[in-house]
Structures are given as C-alpha cells and as structure tokens.
C-alpha cells in the first residue's frame, strides 16, 4: 500500500513525508507517527490525490493547520493530507477569493494595508480558510458566516467540483453542511468592507491585546476544548464554576487563566487529553445540568 501511495505522489510531483511524527505540526504537541503525510501545492493536485485515494481505498485525512485536531497516540496507517501549501489569495475590489490552505492571520495582515475590514476578530485564529468554513471559526463576536460569499468544493463521493453560496453551507455555530459531508474545501469568496486603515489596526490590536489578558500562552494548546453551550453562557465559565482551573490528567492540565483550555504542561498525550475533557464535561453536566460538546476534533 505505502509504496503504491509513494509511487503516485512521485509522479504527479506530490511533496510527501514518509514516517511523519504528527506531534511536530500539532499546536498541542501530540501525536503519532504517520504512514504518509502528503503537501499538495494546488487543488488540481489535491482533487487527483483524493480522488487515487478514494478509488484504492486507501485511508487518509484531510488537514488544515491541525489548530483545533487532536491527533492519536497511536500510529496513523494512512495518508495525512496537509493543505498548507494550497495558500494564495486574490483581492478583487472589496472582495477576497483565498484558498484553502491559506492561514486567517495572512490574510487579516494583508487586508489591513488596503483597507478592508471584516477579519479583525478572526486574526489571532492559527486555523486556515478550508477548516475555518467547515467549522464557521470564529472570535470576538465575528463568524466566518458573517462574511463568505461562497465556497468553491470538491465532493469527493460525486467526484465533482462545485460552487455553494454562503446558504447553501448551511453555517451555524462551529458546524456546516460541510462538515456533514465528504468534501474538500478548495477556495472561498469573502465580501468585506472599506474602512480606514487605521481603524483595522487599533481593532487588530485590541483583539491581539484581549487574546494575550485573557487566553493562556507559553504552553502547546489546541484552543477552546468545548463549543458555548448558549449565546449566554460560556463553558469555561462552567468549568472555572466546578473548581477545574488547575485541575491536571497526566501532562494534560486545565489552565488556571481560561477555564477553556486545556493544554500540554510536559508529555501530554491524547488520551491524558481526551480524559481531562470527559472529566470536565462530566463535572460541568453534574453541577450545572449541561451537557458540553467538544470543539477539538478527535482524529
């Protein structure tokens, strides 16, 4: 199978890694290795990838910047497909067409010169622009909802390239139709507006300011570990209520700034991980009757 998979990248100019250690892409530090991670540089490539996948059915995975995935312990005997590559973008009047692989931060530092607003609260999300459609990223009030026009994808089980308009993602809180399908989000076209350039800086900077009060740094994390449960109530906040802050599984531990975030204080791993969260949620159902759902995708 691995030397099938290694034949095809070679001879469609596929940069590849054999025998990858996932702990050293993963924010959190955690990880396996994988059998192959595949580094397509264009969605023609990706499209041709997947679809060799899909018709030798052979395993795979298709990724992002892996900000808000946890992955296993556990080898992955498969192919990681990593869009990092696939990251240009255009800027067409107030208009941004930006592909999948492209990162939010790139882009909320390249709009700001010219202008545009819309990414502000979005700039300090470490996610790129497939992954933050499929799962409506957002921050400090804004959603990638707010802002996409449409979204260009390929359907893998209809192997077939389609263009879906913002309603037709069906985007609601930290989930879309995408999500529910067997898809790769090639590019999105996203409608800003004009503003002073000023303007975008001192709100890129108050984000980046409350971020850094607010949110832990100096540890790998992976972000917030559960969705909001209502517009009115925070998990961290039910968290933070059950006494967790601190609150250590391993080298898994519940910051003692947020609430709702877990991070790796020194050989986390996975399972550490996935016990701390199952802890939390248990204790947060116990005391407050609420049930929280993970955010952080499990691979």
């Not at 449409?150 to 069906?170: F, M, P």
């Not at 975030?261 to 996935?274: E, P």
Request: positive net charge; proline residues 3%.
């Amino acid at each position: 199978m691995k030397r099938e998979i290694i034949d095809f990248l070679k001879m469609n100019d596929v940069e590849y890694k054999t025998n990858y250690k996932l702990s050293l892409d993963s924010p959190i530090r955690i990880g396996g290795w994988a059998s192959v991670l595949a580094l397509p540089d264009s969605c023609e490539k990706l499209i041709k990838l997947i679809k060799f996948l899909n018709k030798s059915k052979f395993k795979y995975k298709l990724l992002g910047r892996m900000s808000n995935v946890l992955p296993p312990d556990e080898d992955y005997h498969g192919v990681i497909i990593r869009t990092d590559r696939i990251c240009d973008f255009e800027i067409c009047g107030n208009q941004i067409k930006a592909f999948c692989g492209c990162s939010l931060s790139r882009i909320s530092s390249n709009l700001c010169p010219v202008g545009l607003s819309g990414f502000e609260g979005l700039s300090g999300i470490p996610g790129s622009i497939g992954a933050s459609v499929v799962g409506n990223a957002g921050a400090f009030g804004r959603q990638i909802s707010d802002l996409l026009s449409y979204v260009c994808v390929y359907l893998a089980d209809e192997d077939t390239t389609v263009v879906l308009s913002a309603d037709d993602c069906r985007l609601s809180y930290r989930r879309s139709y995408l999500s529910q399908i067997n898809c790769a989000v090639l590019y999105a076209v996203f409608s800003l507006k004009n503003t002073d350039s000023s303007l975008i800086k001192d709100e890129m900077d108050r984000c980046r300011l409350l971020r850094k009060s607010t949110q832990p740094v100096g540890y790998p994390s992976l972000g917030s570990t559960f969705k909001r449960p209502s517009e009115d109530c925070s998990a961290a906040r039910l968290v933070d209520e059950c006494g967790l802050k601190g609150y250590t599984v391993g080298g898994a531990q519940i910051s003692t700034k947020h609430a709702g975030f877990i991070l790796n204080i020194g050989g986390a791993t996975a399972k550490d991980y996935i016990t701390l969260s199952n802890y939390a949620a248990e204790c947060v159902y116990s005391k407050h009757g609420v049930r929280l759902e993970r955010e952080v995708e499990i691979l």
